[in-house]
């Protein structure tokens, strides 16, 4: 049995994660998308809520498992004996910059962290967690972007912590 892990912060998972997500899950017996904590991020939803949105996203898909941890990627991958490689999706060029350092990285704590590249969709290249993160705090539509089964819940989360965070900087300015 092959098992992957699929890592990223997923705030919030997108359709251009859920193409990876779903794209991978058809190559190995098992996917575990495994939400990380990268301390030079600041995040819009806790880690239990982007577990849940991640289940609420995949509940289609019967292979995929979620999990989350607070450490190192290639320190995940020992603590799970199952798992073959690491999947990693890319949009453009500069992903891969990142994510050819990140592989080498990995490989270089854990010899037996493989690294497979999974080129995103045409239609998803562009779309970003943090993409979709300004676009809906501005009230923009982000549909397109997200699960339809929770674009809702996500559009009414960050619109309302930037409508609360702007009437914080309007009463600051007074």
Same mark, same amino acid.
Do not use: W
């Given at each position: ?53 991640l289940r609420r996203a995949t509940a289609h898909l019967p292979n995929v498992e ?32 990142s994510e050819f350092q990140q592989a080498h ?5 854990? %010899? ?5 590249? &999974?080129?995103?969709?045409? *239609?998803?290249? #562009? ?6 993160? =300004? ?11 997200? %699960? ?5 819940? &996500?559009?009414?989360?960050? *619109?309302?912590? #930037? ?6 900087? =309007?009463?600051?300015?007074?």
């Amino acid at each position: 049995m092959k098992t992957a892990i699929y890592p990223g912060s997923f705030d919030p998972v997108t359709n251009g994660h859920l193409d990876i997500i779903t794209r991978a899950s058809k190559m190995f017996d098992k996917l575990i998308v495994v939400v990380l904590i990268n301390p030079f991020k600041s995040f819009a939803f806790t880690i239990p809520e982007r577990c849940e949105l991640l289940r609420r996203a995949t509940a289609h898909l019967p292979n995929v498992e979620i999990a989350s941890y607070n450490g190192l990627l290639a320190d995940y991958f020992n603590t799970r004996e199952d798992v073959d490689v690491i999947v990693k999706g890319l949009r453009a060029t500069t992903d891969f910059e990142s994510e050819f350092q990140q592989a080498h990285t990995n490989k270089d704590l854990n %010899p037996k962290a493989e690294t497979v590249f &999974i080129p995103a969709s045409q *239609n998803t290249t #562009f779309i970003s967690s943090s993409m979709v993160k =300004q676009v809906a705090m501005f009230g923009g539509d982000v549909s397109k972007y997200l %699960p339809e089964c929770i674009h809702e819940e &996500i559009k009414q989360k960050l *619109n309302s912590e #930037f409508t609360a965070a702007r009437k914080a900087a =309007q009463k600051n300015d007074q």
